[in-house]
C-alpha cells in the first residue's frame, strides 16, 4: 500500500527529475561555456524547484521528516505510522526500502498490529496517583483512574474529598480541565487545573450515569461501556487459540487519543521480559457480565511477536 502511493506521488517526477539532472551533467561535460551559463543557471533553479516539489507531494501522501538530498535522488522519510523509508528514485522506476524486508507478509501484519510511541506521549502510568493542584498551588485531589471511551481519553477520575470537607468524591473531569507538565529539572509529572472548591461540590459522582454536564462541561460521568486504566492495565491478552500472549502493562495516549496498549510478551516467547506498543484496534476487549470478567484477545503468534519493535521505557523519558 505504501509503495503504490508513493508510486503515485513520485512517478511523474522520476523521468523529469533524471532529465534535468542529465542536461546539467552535459553542460558541465562541456567545461560551461559562457553561452551556456544562463541556461545552467535555469536548470539549477528548476532542480531546487523539483526537490521542493517531491518534498510538498511526499508531505501530502503523510511522510515527515522528509531530507531531499541533491542530483542523487535518495529520500528519506517517515510514514504515517513514524516508521523510517528511505526511497531510491531511478530513471522511470523507485525501490523503497524499510528496516524489515525480511517477510512481506509478516511485516504488512506486524505494521497493522504494532505501532512506535513517540518520547512525548503520556503513559498512564505517569498520570494515575498524581496529585492536582488548582491556580493557587493548593492541592485539591488525585488522579485516582483514566476513562476511555473507545479509544478515546474522556476523563481523569480525580478523587477530591479532602480538599472540599466531605467524604471521598470522585469526579469525572475531562482532560481539557487539567494541565499536565513534566518539570525536567525536579524529572516529575504535575497536574493543575482551574476548577474552585465550589465547582468541585457541584459536581456529579463519576458514577452517575444519569449525571449532567456542568461547571462549563468541565465534568462528565463513566459510563458502563466506558473502558478504566484500572480495568485495562493488569489484563492477560490471548489470541485465538486461547494461548496467553501477554499482559497490558500501560496505555500511551496524546491529544485524547489513545495511542497504544503496552504488552509484557516476555514470558510467551520465553525470554525475559520484553514490551511492544500495540495498536488499539489490534486488541479487542470485552466484558463477560456472567463471569464479570474482563478479557482481552489479539490475533498475534510468537513470530509475529518477535518481529516486534521492542518498547524500551527509557525511550519515554523526557
Known amino acids: ?3 503504490a502511493i508513493l508510486t503515485s506521488v513520485l512517478a511523474l517526477m522520476t523521468s523529469a527529475a533524471f532529465a534535468q539532472s542529465n542536461s546539467t551533467h552535459a553542460g558541465t561535460a562541456a567545461n560551461n561555456p559562457p553561452e551556456n551559463k544562463a541556461t545552467n543557471i535555469a536548470q539549477s533553479n528548476k ?3 523539483l526537490r521542493e516539489q517531491v518534498t510538498t507531494n511526499l508531505h501530502q501522501a503523510g511522510f515527515t521528516n522528509i531530507k531531499v538530498v541533491p542530483d542523487s535522488f535518495i529520500v528519506q522519510a517517515s510514514d504515517k505510522s513514524g516508521n523510517p523509508v528511505t526511497m ?4 522511470g522506476s523507485m525501490t523503497v526500502f524499510s528496516e524489515d524486508e525480511t517477510n512481506p507478509e509478516d511485516q504488512s501484519a506486524n505494521r497493522s498490529m504494532f505501532t512506535s510511541i513517540p518520547a512525548r506521549e503520556d503513559l498512564s502510568s505517569q498520570i494515575v496517583g498524581l496529585d492536582v493542584y488548582n491556580s493557587a498551588n493548593q492541592k485539591i485531589g488525585k488522579i485516582e483512574n483514566i476513562a476511555f471511551d473507545h479509544n478515546s481519553l474522556k476523563a481523569y477520575i480525580v478523587g477530591v474529598g479532602g480538599f472540599i470537607g466531605m467524604g471521598e468524591h470522585d469526579v469525572a473531569v475531562r ?4 494541565t499536565l507538565t513534566y518539570n525536567s529539572s525536579e524529572r516529575k509529572w504535575h497536574a493543575t487545573t482551574d476548577l474552585t472548591a465550589d465547582q468541585l461540590k457541584a459536581a456529579p459522582d463519576s458514577m452517575r450515569v444519569d449525571a449532567q454536564s456542568n461547571a462549563g462541561g468541565m465534568f462528565t460521568s463513566i459510563e458502563p461501556t466506558d473502558d478504566l486504566n484500572s480495568r485495562i492495565v493488569g489484563l492477560g491478552v490471548y489470541n485465538k487459540d486461547n494461548q496467553a500472549i501477554g499482559t497490558i502493562k500501560d496505555v500511551a495516549f496524546n491529544a485524547g487519543k489513545v495511542k497504544a496498549y503496552i504488552l ?5 516467547l520465553g525470554v525475559g521480559e520484553r514490551y511492544v506498543a500495540v495498536r488499539p484496534s489490534a486488541v479487542s476487549l470485552n466484558y463477560n457480565s456472567k463471569d464479570r470478567k474482563w478479557r482481552a484477545e489479539m490475533e498475534a503468534n510468537a513470530d509475529q511477536l518477535k518481529a ?7 525511550s519515554n523519558a523526557y
Open 47 to 49: 532542480n531546487t524547484n
Open 88 to 91: 531510491l528514485i531511478n530513471p
Open 308 to 314: 516486534a519493535p521492542q518498547y524500551k521505557y527509557a
Open 175 to 178: 482532560p481539557s480541565a487539567i
Open 264 to 268: 509484557g510478551v516476555g514470558g510467551f
Open 1 to 3: 500500500m505504501r509503495h
